[in-house]
């Protein structure tokens, strides 16, 4: 018989942020200036941030790709875990919120390991793809999650992650016809069993950590 499941609740979150976050003194400042200079704040958390940090330790990645960076909280969260000579490719469209990546990355000293790339992803992504990643980090505009995933699959290494972010689409991602932002639910779903069905794609699984992240392997 199946155990049941621990469902999470404020207490449980508190305990876990406080056990086990990557947040340092510093990324907390990151925050801090985000929201100062208007960004929303809409980063993973500091529990997602230290699995990320595993995985990124786990696969040795060298090559990362992120999808959707904000303020750069989850990709210098990620650099900060890496080898020197690896590299994390951001694409994000704001070029507001690119300037203010490129500052951080230089205070937290991984502007060698932070290529940020200003523009509608997709439109980026079709043009040119790094070679050999070993981490997809995808947490940009719900709707384009298959496609962004279609186009980098190929260029994943054998033994790479893909990962989404949102993956319990706030709450909402069980509801057949969902009312709460629909196309977002939608495209997380859609996100959420393409991942399941991919003929390449092995072992993928929900990680209820923050908002959900859903992930796989590629073969
Ligand atoms: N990964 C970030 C973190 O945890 O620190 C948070 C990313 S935030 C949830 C989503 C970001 O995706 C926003 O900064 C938004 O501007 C960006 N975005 C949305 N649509 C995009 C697109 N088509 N191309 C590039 N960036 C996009």
């Known amino acids: 018989m199946a155990i049941i499941p621990t469902l999470m609740n404020e207490a449980l979150s508190h305990y876990a942020e406080s056990m086990f976050s990557s947040e340092t003194p510093e990324l907390a400042q990151l925050l801090k200036e985000a929201e100062q200079a208007g960004i929303p704040p809409i980063s993973i958390g500091g529990v997602q941030?230290?699995?990320l940090q595993m995985l990124v330790q786990l696969t040795k990645a060298q090559t990362i790709v992120e999808v959707g960076s904000l303020a750069g909280y989850s990709?210098?969260?990620?650099?900060?875990?890496?080898?020197e000579g690896g590299t994390i490719h951001c694409y994000e469209k704001d070029s507001q919120y690119c300037s203010f990546i490129e500052r951080q990355a230089k205070k937290f000293n991984v502007q060698d390991r932070i290529i940020v790339h200003e523009g509608d992803a997709a439109n980026l992504l079709e043009q040119e793809i790094p070679a050999k990643i070993d981490i997809v980090f995808?947490?940009?505009d719900k709707p384009s999650y298959v496609h962004y995933a279609e186009l980098l699959i190929p260029s994943l290494?054998?033994?790479g992650?893909?990962?989404?972010?949102?993956?319990?689409?706030?709450?909402y991602i069980a509801d057949v016809e969902p009312e709460f932002e629909p196309e977002n639910v939608k495209g997380i779903q859609a996100f959420n069993e393409y991942v399941k069905r991919h003929e390449f794609l092995l072992h993928p699984c929900i990680v209820p950590l923050g908002d959900g992240m859903c992930m796989a392997v590629k073969q």
């Open 75 to 83: 990709a210098i969260t990620m650099a900060l875990a890496m080898k």
């Open 49 to 51: 941030g230290a699995f």
């Open 157 to 159: 290494t054998s033994g």
């Open 138 to 140: 995808i947490d940009a």
């Open 161 to 171: 992650l893909l990962i989404g972010d949102n993956a319990l689409a706030w709450g």
